[in-house]
Nanobody
């Protein structure tokens, strides 16, 4: 099995910064894309940012210029640096990884348990 463990969430004032981390562990042959999603109360889960194994990145328009995604392939870890946070960034942030466990299973998506980010005004 594969586990994704997130850390780094918390409470911050508007304009502040937080750094989220997500480490994948378990039986892992390779990881394709890794990314961050978020879900605010009463809203659907939405993509925040994604990064491929080669380092290509994509961001939601709402976070461009404020958030930066990166990854350490040797550690199977993805990071999300969040700057200039706004109250509308408040949500549960989920890590996602597209993992190949080998054994002919192909790539499958795995999710972390989520970490709360709260931005006060």
């Amino acid at each position: 099995q594969v586990q994704l463990v997130e850390s780094g969430g918390g409470l911050v004032q508007a304009g502040g910064s937080l750094r989220l981390s997500c480490a994948a562990s378990g039986i892992i042959l390779s990881i394709n894309a890794m990314g961050w999603y978020r879900q605010a109360p009463g809203k659907e889960r939405e993509l925040v940012s994604v990064i491929t194994s080669g380092g290509s990145t994509n961001y939601a328009d709402s976070v461009k210029g404020r958030f930066t995604i990166s990854r350490d392939n040797a550690k199977n870890t993805v990071y999300l640096q969040m700057n200039s946070l706004k109250p509308e960034d408040t949500a549960v942030y989920y890590c996602n990884a597209n993992v190949n466990r080998g054994y002919g299973l192909g790539y499958n998506d795995y999710w972390g348990q989520g970490t709360q980010v709260t931005v006060s005004s």
